[in-house]
């Protein structure tokens, strides 16, 4: 696995140039966005970069399959499959909001094994292979799980599916405000995942995730000890589902929003 983790990390940093590249094209209108759905945008820009992404890993790995957000399958011919998500938080990219990101993970037999996200925008780099622990721009992450005490303002990063019913969303930030945790929304599970990682917030939450939005983000906290309340199946399945993380310290404080999406 070493070769395919060396992989994702050059190819997500060139991916995301190549996105820097077209959204200077987007500014100056040479690039159509199209609408997949409500609140759902697509843009050349993201099939150029999941092309890109796509390309570089057949040419190493031709026997492996390919699953992303943009693009049909590429069918596997060995028991590995790349998770890609070219552009993370395209709402964003499009209005030149500098949350979004490029999402790569690798999976081997049903088990995550690389996660890496790259932030182009302040050139970060977050990366982890299972068992190895996760890093920033080559620098471990602190470990999550010698932290006990939780700060005097808890913060959850959220987001929304509208394949679940907005009454949910309110529902979580409604149990969230009784357990006086404040919330945040950026607009890309992937970069909000990072946070996480970082510690810059405390949790994630989102009632319905596709797997290329965060399984790299998933083994990128997992690797750190945060807990994987809610997605961790989803190595194994490839479906969509609801997606809770927090650090330790709020295990207490997420049960009822597990129960919110089952």
């Not at 992404?53 to 049909?72: C, K, N, S």
């Not at 977050?126 to 006990?148: S, T, W, Y």
């Not at 509208?162 to 409604?174: N, Q, T």
């Not at 906290?221 to 807990?227: F, M, T």
């Amino acid at each position: 696995m070493q070769e395919r983790y060396e992989l994702a990390m050059k190819v997500a940093k060139e991916a995301g140039a190549l996105a820097l590249k077209c959204l200077e094209e987007l500014k100056g209108g040479s690039i159509r966005i199209e609408s997949k759905g409500v609140l759902d945008f697509v843009t050349r820009a993201d099939r150029e970069v999941e092309q890109f992404i796509r390309q570089e890993i057949a040419r190493y790995f031709p026997q492996d399959g390919l699953l992303g957000e943009e693009l049909a399958p590429a069918q596997a011919r060995s028991e590995t499959i790349w998770v890609i998500d070219p552009i993370d938080g395209t709402a964003n990219y499009i209005r030149d909001l500098d949350h979004w990101g490029v999402s790569i993970a690798c999976l081997d037999k049903g088990r995550c094994e690389i996660g890496v996200i790259y932030d182009p925008v302040r050139d970060r780099l977050f990366h982890a292979a299972r068992k190895r622990g996760a890093f920033l721009n080559g620098q471990r992450l602190p470990d999550a799980r010698g932290v006990n005490d939780a700060p005097a303002n808890p913060v959850m990063a959220l987001g929304h599916s509208r394949r679940i019913p907005l009454s949910i969303y309110f529902d979580v930030i409604s149990r969230l405000d009784e357990m006086q945790v404040d919330h945040r929304r950026c607009g890309s599970a992937a970069i909000a995942l990072t946070q996480v990682a970082e510690g810059k917030v405390d949790g994630y939450f989102e009632g319905d995730l596709n797997p290329w939005d965060c399984l790299a983000g998933l083994l990128i906290n997992q690797e750190i000890g945060v807990l994987i309340e809610q997605g961790g199946a989803m190595c194994q399945t490839l479906q969509n589902g609801p997606v809770l993380v927090a650090h330790p310290f709020l295990k207490e404080k997420i049960g009822p929003l597990a129960a919110l999406c089952g």
